[in-house]
Structure formats: C-alpha cells, structure tokens
C-alpha cells in the first residue's frame, strides 16, 4: 500500500491548535517536531539530572538544520478515504489562517509525498514488547513476549491510529490504569487511537469498557486490538463518531455513568470535552487526562476544577503531563 507523508509546518506555540485542528479533521498517529523545544530538553536539568551521553547523531542532525520549522508529521492512506481526510485539513488550515486566536501559528504550510509501505516495515522491525509498571507488557502483534513473569500482556495492532505505547502521554495513562483500575469498574475512554487504554482497562480486570473515536480508521484499529486480546464483545464496545458535535452520540455514551474516563488527546480537546466527561464520570469516579505539555497543565487544571473536580494526582514524563481527577470523591 502507498500512503501519504503530510507535513504541517506551524511555530511551537501553534502545536496544541493544529494538533486540535487535525484530531478534528480524524487524522491520528501525529508525530511533533520541535527542534527549539527538543533544544531546551536537553540542556535544561531533568528533576537535577545533567545528560552525560545525547546521541551524536540527534545532535548532528540538529546542527545541520539550524532554525527548522517545528512540524507535524502525520500519515494518510493513498486511497479514497484518505483523500477525504486529506481535503478536510486542507480546510482546517484554512480555517486556522482566518481565525484569531492571539497566538503564533507559523506558516500553517502542508507539503505531502507519496510513501511506499516499506517506512512500515521498517517502523516496525523496531517495534519490540517492552514492559511497563509492575503489571503490564505491551507487545506488537506479530511479536512474542515469554511470559514467565506472570505479567498481563496487552497486544497490540496500532496500524495507523495513535497508541502504541511508546510515547509518554500513553505510558502515563497506562500507569494510572494500572493504579486505579478494580474489578467491576465500567471505563470510558474517549479518542481511543488504537483502543490500548482500553484494551488495557479490560485486562487489568475492568467489568467493561466503551472505546470513542472520530477516526473511523481507529475505531476499526480499536474493534480488532480487542479481538486481538480475546476480549468478549459483551465487554468491550466501539463507537465512531464527534464526541463535540453529535447529539446522538453524546447521549448513547452518556447513558451511563463510568467508574474511570480516560482522554489521551491534547490540551484543547481535553478542556473542550471536560464538561462531557464528568457529565459521564460516576460519582466517586476518575478521570484521567494526558497528552498535556507542561506549559498548558494550569489550563487543563483550571478547566478540571471549574467542572466540579478535584485534583487527584499530577505525573509527568519529559514534558508531558498527566492529571487524575476525582468527581464528588473523598480525597
């Protein structure tokens, strides 16, 4: 299969409104580039740590492309569906350009290139299980993980929705999961990707869980990930659809009330859907947001306190957050 390899140049403070744009427009699988912001990573102290040892090949490349634009990478299929998806970001970026939003948001400029499947391939020799917190491995499907050590094994198809477990603002959530799911609970999670969060709710004991996504090709990605772990359809269900804009969908997921909500999404998103997710949230239940930078938290926070919940926790890894809110809970 041939995909398309699209490219959005914005500036670093324009990440979060593009990345909203294009979650919009259902693309998932977004990779950011940011050489300043990766600049200050690695010469600002980690929690006191100084980098001993930083690739000389990371550095290199950094040297040879002085003043880069940050952009956002992300990968459509060659096909008709793909080209649909294709014409609606064009229209958000024009959207993005007649707007006012008080910020930089670059050039918005979009360069695309034909790809041969053989990027996937590759991507995926890489791809290898690894082991997360105390209880869970996740492992690509068309690896093997020896389970000796009586772990819960989470496998994974990501295809081209966003989740494979190797980005931080997804092992963060898993964590939290990890901590907070009982058995019994009923788990929310809204813009699923991959469906790993949930996938993983369900195998750390969860009664069920209800997978939501605007991306048809990640609630598809998301149905099979749960076949894949042999997961009953009694317990796991998927629905495809704009959690902001559908009447309809906002109700049938609503029907009920959730023990835990999870989003892993970006800051606007996440503050556009809060009022939703304690409407959903149980009394005495969770909800766990990431996909957070570090520089927008206050925002989310303020959003979580102003919709009538309390703040759990806050995690981080690199400079990604995420937060673990509590509705009408004894803290």
Known sequence: MRWIKCSLYTAAEGMDAVCAMLSDASVAGLQLEDEEELRRFLNTPQAGVQWDYVDEDLLSGLSACPGKEPRVIFYLGDDPEGGKTLRDVKDGIERLKRGDFGIDLGPLRLETETVEDDWLEKWKESYKPFELGERLV???????????????????????????GLHQTTQLCLLE??????????????????????????????????????????ARSAAENAGLNAIPRGRYAVLHGDILRDGALKERVASKKYDIVVANIVADVIIAITDFAAECAADGGLYIVSGIIDDRLDDVIGKLESAGMKIVSVSQRDAWMCAVAAKNRRL
Request: charged fraction near 25%; hydrophobic fraction near 40%.
């Open 138 to 164: 996740i492992c690509p499907s068309w690896e093997r993980y020896d389970d000796r050590s009586g772990r819960i094994i989470v496998t994974l198809e990501p295809g081209n929705a966003f989740g494979t």
């Open 177 to 218: 999961l990890e901590r907070y799911v009982k058995p019994g609970d009923d788990v929310l999670d809204l813009g699923c990707g991959s469906g790993i969060l949930s996938v993983a709710a369900v195998l750390l004991g969860a009664r069920s869980a209800l997978a939501v996504d605007s991306d048809p090709g990640a």
